[in-house]
């Protein structure tokens, strides 16, 4: 008959399996960061090479190319070595492997989409939306890693983690949608306001990160910020938004000063962001092994007691043979008492000090427990902030034909003038969704 | 190489192992539910005996206790054939061990409980207030085993059966301490107020047990509430709440006619309750086999797709040997394309029909699984909504040095000013806690 106290050792090592599956997830975190990094400098290269006629960039992005293989071949070999049968069953595992389901799919488009840009035979726009996709559907699988951590102090840096990717990719796709502006000339309001979008939910994005990482990071990210490459960024942004480019001739040119000015500075700031994401994937990696050291050596004290215990009440049975008498301390409302005191009912399995002991391992486990689910939760709620508002942003645009933009707009009014945050404010339209899904009779 | 389709096969497997666990969460739900039963009779007759100085229900008791022991042991025995080192790791299984470490060692206390209630040597309150320990400890592992559920549909009838469960148990707590009342007639403000909250407390739970229970077991369960018995029971719970009764000598006596009336009564309504836990149990285990046969039949059919398409696959590498090309579905919009049409690159590896048909697969997953954790998140909020009242209810109590009833009258008068929901007003305490817990400088 196993006794409470194995429960509370399995409880124990239940939490270091999951601290191992954690590890395995951020060491999965850090692969696809890597491999984003890459494929968002195939996209820059690609828009360079495509904007010049095949002219520049073209040996660049053989390279690049070469190194995203590797970096895929690494992402790949990961994925081959999770065993989809093996332990981690559940719905957020499910969602994991549908996510990286669906990631493979884009990783085998590859190939494709490469071919036509070889070929010239795609638009530049038509290219950063394609790698706007396939990237996004890697982010995704970051995402389910994130969101299915259940210590909080890591989830807490996964979700950091998880909000300057999402920021860096939209710092990517500024680039190169500031690259399409400068090297066609096409200039219009659309994509300048799609410009304007991608700033404000890179600044969105990395309050997040802000409020969720740790000081060491912030600071390193402060200094990365206020440094002079900002200024610069700034200077750019606000010519590529305001000014009424000449079109240039349809004809694929090479590209001007300002473009190449523009590349090597969005370049820069993304290539400082992925110093954030190894700092960001090294903490990560030491938190779960930390972690995993101090709960494997907790684990060992339990199993001590545990064996302490274990013999302590052979020998009690032993003198007490026919005892039909047990513990009683489960109903005392633990108030101290007096060391050595015997329980009414005299013979206590354990004896009541030993015993007092363990219910206060099961009650300091219990709450430790219930503290790291609390904690948890308020990790993960920022984690799907995003997802609400995006999803709420969504309906509004399908319901009343708005475009992003002015679906955006018209949840943050909500927000000032009810003095509400945001994420309230799309949780309240989420939770129209049916009523606004309903035609009006 | 694993393919994006292995791991969409490896997503339903997944589902399908925590369909597996769930019916085994639900197993456990029920042998718990029986022994909670028992122990609530067992309570009620220790009561009658202490009440009467072991004069009435003495060989009941007997009876009721040996009954209790086989529940007990079908538990144990459930407890025993858990694998605490196999697959299921997690904080919620972490946290489902270290609750049911608890609960054992409660039911390792019991025999000493037993003796002293057999010696006449514990008051009758401590005797329930020991009874409804045991009993919290074991609806404790009954919410784990509901919170870790991860089925939409499983969870909210796990959420309906566990409110129904403490509603019933407070029932049981009522008639409880109705027979203290009535036994000793040392009725005093403070036991009335207790029988009030306990009515209260009832109503709460069934209230959440009627917003997740299926229409067929509301039914039968407003059938049971508004018969004669109900009628019964308001008017002895209006005797025993109202009248000043007049206080009866210390020494025990048999229970008087009013006490036999309201035991009767309480008894028969608790279980007509144990009628609805057994159906909610046998619609658990249904659905659970349901769902399992349901998502084994659907991974037959992706295997066999699977299948379909590694040969197809191997014959369309066999005709292309050389091909360099690729699929390139995955960067289109998805937009309807005319059948048989081929895509611009050729030589797609499955052919273009065919891999649209793995991208809405893809799809399909992908939106299934959101659409399940949506559902989830909605069913375990309301899971945790008496949590929080709870939470808040004791913060309150210890800041205010309230009682409990005048705690919670306090959330819920500011719940009817601001017009907001009771569990948001205790959301917004919990949200206060570290500033409450700071002394006023």
Same mark, same amino acid.
């Given at each position: 008959?196993?006794?409470?106290?194995?429960?509370?050792?399995?409880?124990?090592?239940?939490?270091?399996?999951?601290?191992?599956?954690?590890?395995? %997830?951020?060491?999965? &975190?850090?692969?696809?960061?890597?491999?984003?990094?890459?494929?968002?400098?195939?996209?820059?290269?690609?828009?360079?090479?495509?904007?010049?006629?095949?002219?520049?960039?073209?040996?660049?992005?053989?390279? +690049?190319?070469?190194?995203?293989?590797?970096?895929?071949?690494?992402?790949?070999?990961?994925?081959?070595?999770?065993?989809?049968?093996?332990?981690?069953?559940?719905?957020?595992?499910?969602?994991?492997?549908?996510?990286?389901?669906?990631?493979?799919?884009?990783?085998? #488009? @590859?190939?494709?989409?490469?071919?036509?840009?070889?070929?010239?035979?795609?638009?530049?726009?038509?290219?950063?939306?394609?790698?706007?996709?396939? +990237?996004? %559907?890697?982010?995704?699988?970051?995402?389910?890693?994130?969101?299915?951590?259940?210590?909080?102090? +890591?989830?807490?840096?996964?979700?950091?983690?998880? /909000?300057?990717?999402?920021?860096?990719? @939209? #710092?990517?796709? =500024?680039?190169?949608?500031? #690259?399409?502006? @400068?090297?066609?000339?096409?200039?219009?309001?659309?994509?300048? *306001?799609?410009?304007? /979008?991608? +700033?404000?939910?890179?600044?969105?994005?990395?309050?997040?990160?802000?409020?969720?990482?740790?000081?060491? !990071?912030?600071?390193?990210?402060? !200094?990365?910020?206020?440094?002079?490459?900002?200024?610069?960024?700034?200077?750019?942004?606000?010519?590529?938004?305001?000014?009424?480019?000449?079109?240039?001739?349809?004809?694929?040119?090479?590209?001007?000063?300002?473009?190449?000015?523009?590349?090597?500075?969005? &370049?820069?700031?993304?290539?400082?962001?992925?110093?954030?994401?190894?700092?960001?994937?090294?903490?990560?990696?030491?938190?779960?092994?930390?972690?995993?050291?101090?709960?494997?050596?907790?684990?060992? #004290?339990?199993?001590?007691?545990? *064996?302490?215990?274990? %013999? *302590?009440?052979? !020998?009690?049975?032993?003198?007490?043979?026919?005892?039909?008498?047990? &513990?009683?301390?489960?109903?005392?409302?633990?108030?101290?008492?007096?060391?050595?005191?015997?329980?009414?009912?005299?013979?206590?399995?354990?004896?009541?000090?030993?015993?007092?002991?363990?219910?206060?391992?099961?009650?300091?486990?219990? *709450?430790?427990?219930?503290?790291?689910?609390?904690?948890?939760?308020?990790?993960?709620?920022?984690?799907?902030?995003?997802?609400?508002?995006?999803?709420?942003?969504?309906?509004?645009? !399908?319901?009343?034909?708005?475009?992003?933009?002015?679906?955006?707009?018209?949840?943050?009014?909500?927000?000032? =003038?009810?003095?509400?945050?945001?994420?309230?404010?799309?949780?309240?339209?989420?939770?129209? =969704? %049916?009523?606004? /899904?309903?035609?009006?009779?």
């Amino acid at each position: 008959m196993k006794s409470g106290l194995s429960f509370l050792v399995a409880a124990r090592q239940g939490e270091i399996v999951e601290l191992e599956q954690l590890a395995r %997830s951020s060491e999965l &975190t850090n692969l696809l960061g890597q491999l984003i990094h890459k494929l968002q400098r195939e996209r820059g290269a690609s828009n360079v090479f495509l904007a010049s006629g095949g002219v520049q960039f073209a040996e660049q992005r053989q390279q +690049i190319m070469a190194s995203s293989d590797v970096a895929i071949a690494h992402a790949r070999d990961f994925f081959d070595r999770l065993d989809p049968q093996a332990s981690f069953a559940g719905i957020s595992r499910a969602r994991l492997f549908s996510r990286i389901a669906y990631a493979l799919h884009g990783l085998d #488009a @590859l190939p494709g989409l490469r071919q036509r840009i070889a070929q010239q035979a795609i638009a530049a726009m038509d290219v950063v939306n394609a790698y706007v996709k396939l +990237i996004t %559907s890697l982010l995704a699988v970051v995402f389910e890693a994130a969101d299915s951590a259940t210590d909080p102090d +890591i989830s807490r840096l996964l979700v950091a983690y998880f /909000n300057f990717m999402q920021g860096k990719e @939209l #710092a990517g796709q =500024e680039r190169a949608i500031g #690259a399409v502006i @400068l090297g066609y000339g096409r200039s219009n309001a659309e994509q300048q *306001q799609q410009l304007l /979008n991608l +700033i404000d939910g890179q600044e969105r994005c990395l309050q997040t990160f802000r409020s969720f990482a740790d000081q060491d !990071t912030l600071s390193f990210w402060s !200094t990365q910020e206020s440094g002079p490459l900002t200024a610069e960024l700034e200077r750019l942004r606000r010519m590529v938004c305001t000014t009424h480019l000449a079109a240039k001739p349809q004809a694929p040119a090479p590209m001007d000063d300002l473009s190449v000015t523009w590349y090597d500075c969005c &370049t820069r700031r993304i290539d400082g962001m992925r110093q954030i994401e190894d700092r960001l994937a090294e903490q990560l990696q030491t938190l779960c092994r930390e972690k995993i050291l101090r709960a494997k050596s907790e684990l060992q #004290a339990y199993n001590e007691i545990l *064996q302490t215990l274990s %013999s *302590q009440k052979a !020998t009690a049975e032993a003198e007490h043979a026919n005892a039909t008498h047990s &513990t009683f301390s489960f109903f005392d409302d633990h108030q101290p008492r007096p060391p050595g005191e015997v329980t009414g009912s005299m013979a206590a399995s354990y004896g009541p000090q030993m015993e007092r002991a363990i219910l206060e391992m099961m009650q300091e486990q219990a *709450q430790r427990l219930q503290t790291m689910s609390d904690e948890l939760n308020k990790a993960k709620a920022a984690l799907h902030e995003r997802k609400y508002v995006e999803r709420a942003k969504g309906l509004l645009m !399908t319901h009343r034909q708005l475009s992003e933009e002015a679906a955006y707009k018209m949840m943050r009014q909500m927000a000032m =003038e009810q003095n509400r945050h945001l994420v309230d404010v799309a949780k309240s339209v989420l939770a129209l =969704e %049916s009523y606004l /899904n309903t035609p009006a009779a």
